[in-house]
């Protein structure tokens, strides 16, 4: 976990692709009264390899405040399934609804290189935290 401009952002590197994610609650999609909470993700993808890798498949897991499990599995990510070639980095933003104040996402990426080898990369878990939240510490 690391502090960025953009709050707090998690990292993992799987065979030299690096994952950064960052959530940010979004209180003007969410309405609590009504038990929807929306969160935006930013998720920043970078080769710092020596091999291009295009990212094929993505799988989340996501567990809402009272455990409840959700997996959501598809082709690429928005739409696209970018390639990206040594040094490369890939952008996007995508977001997920809850129906608690608090959860936390996690999952992985299917790569394959150019030689046809396919690899899973991790996603980092990461938090999803609304002011809404009981922060009682234990």
Same mark, same amino acid.
């Given at each position: 976990m690391q502090h960025s401009k953009l709050g707090v952002s %998690? /990292? $993992?590197t799987t065979r030299s692709i690096k994952v950064s994610v960052n959530a940010t609650w979004l209180p003007r999609e969410s309405d609590p009264s009504q038990d929807r909470y929306f969160w935006r993700y #930013?998720?920043?993808i970078t080769n710092e390899g020596g091999e291009t890798v295009q990212l094929m498949t993505r799988h989340w897991i996501i567990i809402d405040g009272h455990g409840h499990r959700?997996?959501?599995r598809g082709d690429g990510v928005i739409g696209e399934q970018p390639k990206l070639l040594p040094g $490369? /980095? %890939?952008?996007? $933003?995508?977001g997920t609804p809850l129906a608690t #104040? /608090?959860?936390f996402m996690q999952g992985t990426y299917h790569m394959i290189t150019d030689t046809g080898e396919g690899f899973d990369v991790e996603i980092p878990a990461f938090s999803l935290d609304s002011p809404y939240q009981d922060r009682r510490v234990n």
């Open positions: %998690f /990292t $993992a #930013d998720i920043e959700k997996e959501v $490369a /980095t %890939f952008n996007y $933003a995508s #104040d /608090t959860g």
